[in-house]
């Protein structure tokens, strides 16, 4: 399994980062037997496993329960868990809780949340320090989708730009393990990808990051019916799994299932009571 040091390795020998979400055992169990090098349990859990609009009401029970669904179909492969909506901005000591919670009961490698506030700074430090690796997560930050007025790119004029870049900046020296930026214009990720010395993670933010993560279902095409324009999709889960489904209702319907081979026999046609 990776470690703080690979990911620092990777950076520096420019060897590409994967990660991809899962929220439950089969997904992990597919992502780890398909070698990706990072598993991200995201908060995107509300919007494409629970069927929300945002990620707005995703809990701490529900993270924990899915990172530990995770946990045990890839235990040989790193695992992030998000610190979901609210859990980090109480107090600091509510937010320490929450962390210890996410990281100890899902057994995972690392926690991540939204955002550079004086505050997330603060907990980035305290966390590291207490042992428990920090994820940062800039630009399109969905957990303040309705401060920002929508899903849009982000760091688009040269505030915006400049803002982005220090906020980088200060993850990184106060303890960040790497930076997941979302939707950022190509050429600012590559700037900020060089400017710091932690991994960035990209993910609608261009080729020059260090490494990429995109959502499981988006990559699949299960269940969702809108890709963003930064996912490509590498498979179709929909329609295969649309066309098992009817083919079984047809065979059931027309008595084709179950067949004999589907069917237990018994052995003694008189052990059969009467009718
Ligand atoms: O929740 C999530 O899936 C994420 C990724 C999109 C980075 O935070
Ligand atoms: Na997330």
Do not use: W
Not at 191 to 214: M, R, S
């Amino acid at each position: 399994m990776l470690n703080r040091i690979d990911l620092l390795k990777m950076k520096e020998t420019k060897e590409k980062i994967t990660m991809l979400t899962a929220y439950d055992y089969p997904s992990a169990k597919l992502a780890e037997q398909a070698g990706i090098d990072m598993i991200l349990v995201g908060d995107s859990l509300g919007m494409v496993v629970l069927g929300y609009n945002s990620t707005i009401q995703v809990t701490v029970e529900d993270m924990i329960h899915h990172g530990k669904a995770v946990q045990r179909g890839a235990s040989n492969t790193f695992i992030v868990v998000d610190m979901p909506f609210m859990s980090y901005h109480i107090s600091m000591e509510e937010s320490m809780k929450n962390a210890q919670r996410i990281f100890q009961e899902t057994g995972a490698q690392a926690i991540k949340l939204e955002g550079a506030s004086k505050e997330n700074l603060d907990l980035i430090k305290r966390l590291s320090e207490a042992g428990v690796p920090v994820i940062a997560h800039l630009g399109l930050t969905p957990q303040s989708v309705n401060v920002l007025g929508g899903y849009k790119v982000q760091g688009k004029d040269a505030d915006a730009a400049a803002k982005l870049l220090y906020e980088a900046k200060e993850v990184s020296t106060h303890g960040a393990i790497a930076l997941v930026l979302e939707c950022v214009p190509k050429e600012l990720a590559e700037l900020i990808t060089e400017a710091i010395n932690i991994p960035t993670i990209g993910i609608g933010a261009g080729a020059h990051c260090d490494g990429q993560v995109l959502v499981y279902h988006d990559i699949v095409n299960y269940g969702v019916d809108r890709l963003p324009k930064f996912v490509n999709k590498y498979g179709d889960f929909n329609s295969h799994g649309q066309q098992a489904i009817e083919t079984y209702i047809r065979d059931v319907k027309e008595s084709i299932f179950p067949g004999d081979k589907h069917s237990f026999f018994i052995k003694d046609k008189n052990i059969l009571p009467e009718n």
